[in-house]
């Protein structure tokens, strides 16, 4: 009798530990499901209709739409542009506040302002700057470099328009990939860069075989989510430059707000989902870590880098 109720007890306590975390998990299920699981059903099903029933109509219009390719062609281009920038500085922004210097936490602080500064607002900003009349014109003129200023941008200067809305997306979002990586760079013991320093491995090498693989999680996290947050940049470069340098969030705004067409914009809406998924798995499958544990590889680029 004992025995029969020893292995009850015990199947119990099993079954609890089973369903005990899916139980701590459903307030969140729940949240996730209602939050972005039926709006993203709601939109795949208005993206396929066409009057009552199945149907490409929407997506036809919207491939048919000059602005759609250039939109798609803008927005690529600022992710090659701007996500790389934004990693380098924020690596260089983290090595300089683990240096140490003075005035540390003012540094920190102050390159972390723009994180406060609406999108919105920060094209505004930056639209005082790029301006026919703005600062920098102003600075041209100034200067005798220039009689009358640039049209940074005119509809028809199509590469300065790109390089104004890079600047503007650069100066409002490293911030959030610096927050990131100093975060993550903070948790790399700093045992292994001593050991190297030991072994003669110069700045360089110790970057480069000891700091930045410790910091490929940090750095997969920081890319895939500024990757994602590119995909869905649109207030900037409404300030800036209205439609004349489309993006694919504006012109999902454009169809829904404007031309009232729920669908096309739906369908907008997918492509930017099908973009950051794809960007997200391949960040995934390029930086995921190697079997082999942390400390071995470390151990062994340190042997490298001598």
């Known amino acids: 009798m004992t025995t029969v109720s020893t ?14 975390p899916w139980l701590l998990l459903l307030p969140s299920i729940l949240f996730m499901v209602l939050l972005f699981g039926w709006p993203l059903v709601q939109g795949v099903i208005t993206a396929f209709d066409d009057g009552g029933r199945f149907g490409l109509a929407a997506w036809r219009r919207l ?11 803008n927005t690529l281009l600022l992710i090659v542009v701007v996500v790389p920038v934004q990693l380098v500085l924020a690596v ?17 602080y102050l390159w972390t302002v723009p994180l406060a500064v609406s999108e919105l607002a920060a094209g505004l900003v930056w639209l005082s700057v790029f ?19 640039v049209q940074w941008l005119s509809y028809t200067n199509t590469g300065t328009m790109l390089l104004a809305v890079a600047v503007a997306e650069v100066w409002r979002a490293t911030s959030l990939v610096f927050v990131i990586v100093v975060a993550g760079m903070q948790l790399i013991p700093r045992d292994y860069d001593e ?8 700045f360089r090498q110790r970057l480069w075989h000891v700091t930045l693989p410790q910091l490929r999680p940090s750095l997969q996290v920081a890319l895939i989510l500024r990757t994602i947050l590119a995909l869905q940049a649109f207030a900037v470069a409404q300030a800036l430059t209205g439609r004349d340098f489309p993006l694919l969030m504006g012109e999902t705004y454009q169809w829904y707000v404007n031309l009232q067409n729920p669908p096309v914009a739906s369908a907008a809406a997918l492509v930017v989902l099908a973009l950051s998924l794809l960007t997200a798995v ?4 390029t930086m995921r870590h190697p079997d082999r544990p942390d400390r071995v590889r470390v151990s062994r680029r340190t042997q490298e880098a001598r």
């Open 7 to 20: 292995e009850r007890a015990t199947a119990g306590a099993a079954s609890r530990f089973r369903t005990g």
């Open 63 to 73: 491939f048919g739409d000059p602005y759609f390719l250039r939109a798609l062609r």
């Open 92 to 108: 260089a922004m983290s090595l300089l506040a683990q240096a140490r210097p003075r005035w540390l936490s003012g540094h920190f």
């Open 131 to 149: 301006d026919s009349h703005g600062y920098l014109n102003s600075l041209l003129v100034s200067w005798g470099l220039s009689d009358t200023g």
């Open 195 to 202: 050991a190297a320093q030991v072994f003669g491995a110069s």
């Open 282 to 285: 391949l960040y995934l499958r």
